[in-house]
């Protein structure tokens, strides 16, 4: 299966799909996925929710986009929900996950400069973390892979160990305007931060003057067990980034701001044309909607639970083949032991139509739907011992 007209610059796999609904995405052979990565922990409701679709549509027929020169319903209904239920003072919205850390970027170092801070520019990231493809947000990328041929990235970026507590206190210092992390690093491979790491960053972010952002891309919207991951770790930023699930796959993404820097950034310091857009917001708005009526929370530490036990099992019972799973809530990792490949393990399932996702370090990441039920969490996890148990057999051979 090819697509010659597309830039070559995704490795797809060979499946066209034409439709979905609930965990289920279907194929253009009608053949039915069980969804186990929801567009890289997008659809938090599933597929094709009928309620996001209504809102979408009679969005789409009132209006879809005014442009930021204006005031429009969604996107101010859509901040006063999410400052209301993250108790930040205010959203910044834009398309991506990138670009809503872009922003944070900037209005870190436009803060400090306001102060007259002219030298506090530094963004202090993370080893193992990912917070997106474009210039700034890979600059703050520590993989050096993905930035190969891109030089020159933007300057006054560094990196510290994850999880490292007695490093952090070396790492930032007056020159420090931010330190960004992802309370759960999924891309590379599902890696929660600890919290005891994360309460010692809040208190030097304080103490010396840097902002503390996480990026909840991935990991927010309700992953974990909790709205936003900051209330499952217990530790408060001064600035959230998020995208992914916020808006159940329309492109929306948000900046939450703290009140004491809400002033940083003022008229034209920073915009976006389609940024908060009516359909998009209005999806979003929808999205936080559903959620309180499903008691979405409970259902996540439930059915994550069970996926982490089921996982375990795996662990103790192909010891050979995979490792302890990591992971928080429904954002799960397995690392896979050599000679076997989380990518031949997710091809396997696939063609067992099931889906889920790869990390860093020859990991199998699981990020369903947060609606998935505890009978498909038990046929995913049996799928899984399956596929480790016979491509086990066969490796050893
Ligand atoms: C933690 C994190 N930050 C940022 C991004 C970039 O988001 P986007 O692909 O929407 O630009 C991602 C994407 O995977 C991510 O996982």
Redesign the pocket.
Known sequence: MNEPALLANYSRAPVRFVSGDGCYLVDEEGRRYLDAIAG?AVCALGHAHPEIADAVARQSRRLVHASNLYFHEPSGDLARELTRRSGFARAFFCN????A?EAAIKLARKAAYRRGERDRNTILAFSGG????TLG?LAATANPEYKIGFAPLPEGFAWAPFNDIAALDAAIDDRTAACIV?PVQ??SGVHPAREDFLHELRRLCSERGALLIF?E???GMGRLGDLFAFQSVGVRPDLLTM??ALGNGLPI?AMLVDGAFAEALQPGDHGSTFGGSPVSAAAALAHLHIRDKLDLDAHVRTVGARAMEGLAAIARALPAYVEAPRGRGLLLGLPVREPLRAVAIAEELRERGILVGTGGGNTLRLAPPLIVSLEEIDLLIAAIASVVAGMGARAAK
Do not use: M, P
Not at 96 to 99: F, I, K, L, V
Not at 130 to 133: I, S, V
């Open positions: 890289i991506s996950g990138t670009e850390n990912f917070h997106g493809r947000a992802e999924g891309e990026d891309v991935q990991c995208a992914k993404g």
